[in-house]
């Protein structure tokens, strides 16, 4: 390639590269070289909120921190550092593998960003997720690992490339310290790319396919008064044009930021815990709503993303006719800051909002799960916590053409840690155990048994079905459709009423010759989101495009049969190798809308009971 220029930084990913090339060059190669696949930009990483007004000082904290047990898992904070000595945070530091990625500040793992740091509240939020006890003892869950890739100024080095770097810490950690759990609270500040997945997202996406990890990543942010791009514009720009909250949040421009749209990732947006009213300033949004910042879906290939959402903050305006939009001391999550760097150094503070800040409270549960299943993958986490999120009301009570903005403004909802580790009377979560491992064409047909005393007659309550499959696969971003994107990829499908196991599987399998005398059945349950775009609740949405795929529904006892079955088929992708497998975690719930129902003994005693039918394959979810 005559006329390319040295470059001052050059690595490979298979087929992507960081190198810096002048224009002419640029336009040779662009033009001439036809192996090239695709030339973008660097990303620039979205520059946090700073705070700039008075901060609400939380004082008198006289809290013990405990370390965690010593085969607590591990946490691996990808941000700019954390300050390792902070009273909140240095009993559950592993000091010993914290480590820099900046080049020429390689022994620096402090959080020098200024006015509270940023990793430090990052970190501060996988150990605190709700608000930071004022005293006592708190023994932490996990064990923070800090890996330091970002700047004083909250910048990545020009010299870091993101793919190559996320590789190289997920080696180091992975490899050293056995560490599956990787919070990426960091994002580009343009919306991603929806026709081939970005080197970025797909490192993330390879990385998860070669190993038991789970990467928790924020959905990026929207800026609040100004915009460095026409493509990602701010907040205030979509109020002044006529869009005001939230329809702004439909918008190209909102779409969620380079690599939340990784179909491996768990991606996490931002909702408002409380609304806040004063003479002067209100809140955007109401409780539970989505942030007035936080990046929308859908993702690639029109994937459910983001996935969940925590409490990340709210923003508040005035009634000016240029309204002032910010965040003022109360309106953020609570977070430990940093006390080092320039500005002022109160240790707890609720004075700033982000996505970033709601990631790391998924990071909890994913930690508080590896604690309780050690032995247990991270496919089965990813899909406890789905499992485990809820809409809240307002969601609910939305009509089914306005709930496609519900799905894209904050998915499945909020999780629950209790929902996602635990059992209660009035509800029941099954679970496949262990890795399960399927091949394009194949079918696994599990049969879920239901107790005669959750099937009386004359009930009126609720039982609410929860379905969640979670698999990955291996990527190859040169494509452009998921079916081609990843080597295998996965579905679920339900039997329907009165469906025989042998019709239900000749049904899924298309090879399979139906027996004439098997009963077809109507539909059993109807699913909030379905297989296809078309289907009749919520349109345009489907939940079979992810890796990770949940449906729900809601049926009264006496349309519920004594059996039914789940199937999970597997289809060919970019691989045609016959014998290539893919593992898979399935959760099934079942839940009584009354809480005085008692459902989890008779459900769990009937899976106990369930005959296994060998000729097709029939088995029963093992429960939690």
Same mark, same amino acid.
């Given at each position: 390639m005559a006329g390319l220029r040295p470059a001052r930084y050059l690595c490979q990913l298979r087929k992507s590269c960081l190198i810096q090339i002048s224009g002419l060059c640029l336009k040779d190669l662009v033009f001439n070289f036809s192996y090239v696949f695709e030339v973008t930009e660097k990303d620039n990483i979205a520059e946090p909120f700073s705070p700039n007004g008075e901060i609400s000082n939380i004082s008198n904290i006289s809290l013990v921190l405990q370390p965690p047990e010593i085969n607590a898992p591990n946490v691996c904070v990808i941000d700019s550092g954390i300050q390792e000595q902070h009273p909140l945070l240095k009993n559950s530091i592993d000091s010993g593998n914290s480590k820099s990625w900046i080049p020429l500040e390689l022994n620096l793992t402090a959080d020098l960003v200024s006015n509270g740091g940023h990793g430090t509240r990052v970190a501060g939020a996988v150990l605190y997720p709700i608000s930071i006890p004022r005293s006592g003892t708190h023994q932490a869950i996990c064990w923070l690992q800090n890996a330091r890739v970002l700047d004083s100024n909250c910048r990545l080095s020009d010299k870091?490339?993101?793919?190559?770097?996320?590789?190289?810490?997920?080696?180091?950690?992975?490899?050293?310290?056995?560490?599956?759990?990787?919070?990426?609270?960091?994002?580009?500040?343009?919306?991603?790319?929806?026709?081939?997945?970005?080197?970025?997202?797909?490192?993330?996406?390879?990385?998860?396919?070669?190993?038991?990890?789970?990467f928790i990543v924020s959905a990026g942010n929207i800026p609040v008064e100004s915009h460095r791009i026409s493509t990602r514009l701010s907040i205030k720009s979509h109020i002044l044009a006529g869009r005001p909250y939230p329809n702004y949040l439909s918008e190209n421009s909102c779409r969620i930021a380079n690599p939340a749209q990784s179909l491996q990732a768990l991606t996490v947006g931002s909702i408002t815990r409380s609304s806040f009213r004063d003479l002067s300033w209100s809140s955007l949004g109401e409780k539970d709503q989505p942030s007035a910042f936080s990046c929308s879906g859908l993702g690639i290939w029109d994937t459910i993303k983001p996935e969940v959402v925590e409490y990340g903050g709210d923003l508040v305006k005035d009634e000016g006719q240029r309204p002032n939009i910010t965040c003022? /001391?109360?309106?953020?999550? @609570?977070?430990?800051?940093?006390?080092?760097?320039?500005?002022?150094?109160? *240790? =707890?503070? &609720?004075?700033?909002?982000?996505?970033?800040?709601?990631?790391?409270?998924?990071?909890?549960?994913? /930690?508080?799960?590896?604690? @309780?299943?050690?032995?247990?993958?991270?496919?089965?986490?990813?899909?406890? *916590? =789905?499992? &485990?999120?809820?809409?809240?009301?307002?969601?609910?009570?939305?009509?089914?053409?306005?709930?496609?903005?519900?799905?894209?403004?904050?998915?499945y909802g909020i999780p629950n840690l209790e929902r996602a580790l635990s059992n209660t009377p009035n509800r029941s979560t099954l679970i496949t155990r262990g890795e399960q491992l399927i091949k394009a064409g194949d079918a696994h047909i599990y049969q879920v048994k239901l107790p005669n005393s959750l099937r009386s007659p004359g009930e009126e309550f609720d039982i609410l079905i929860e379905i969640t499959l979670s698999y990955k696969a291996e990527p190859r971003r040169t494509r452009r459709n998921k079916r081609k994107y990843l080597s295998t990829w996965l579905d679920w499908e339900c039997s329907k009423q009165g469906e025989d196991p042998k019709h239900f599987l000749g049904r899924v399998l298309a090879n399979y010759n139906v027996p004439k005398d098997a009963d077809k059945g109507d539909e059993l349950f109807t699913w909030t989101l379905g297989k296809e775009k078309h289907y009749k609740t919520i349109k345009n949405v489907s939940r079979s495009i992810g890796t990770i795929q949940k449906d729900w529904a809601f049926v009264k006892p006496y349309n519920l049969r004594d059996a039914f079955c789940i199937a999970v088929v597997g289809h060919e992708g970019w691989n045609n190798d016959p014998y290539a497998e893919v593992p898979y975690s399935l959760v099934v719930s079942f839940e009584a809308t009354q809480t005085n129902i008692p459902i989890y003994t008779p459900v769990v005693e009937a899976q106990v009971e369930a005959e296994i039918q060998p000729l097709i394959e029939v088995q029963s979810i093992v429960g939690s």
């Open positions: 870091l490339y993101q793919p190559i770097l996320l590789e190289n810490i997920v080696e180091y950690y992975y490899t050293q310290t056995g560490t599956r759990i990787f919070n990426h609270s960091i994002n580009g500040d343009v919306p991603c790319r929806t026709r081939y997945m970005s080197a970025w997202a797909a490192a993330i996406d390879k990385l998860t396919y070669e190993k038991d990890i789970l003022i /001391a109360g309106t953020g999550p @609570e977070l430990v800051r940093s006390t080092l760097g320039t500005g002022s150094t109160p *240790i =707890v503070a &609720s004075d700033t909002f982000g996505t970033s800040f709601a990631t790391p409270k998924v990071s909890h549960i994913a /930690a508080c799960l590896a604690a @309780e299943f050690p032995e247990e993958k991270c496919l089965l986490y990813r899909a406890l *916590i =789905v499992q &485990s999120a809820r809409w809240p009301e307002w969601a609910l009570a939305k009509s089914d053409e306005e709930k496609k903005n519900v799905i894209r403004q904050i998915g």
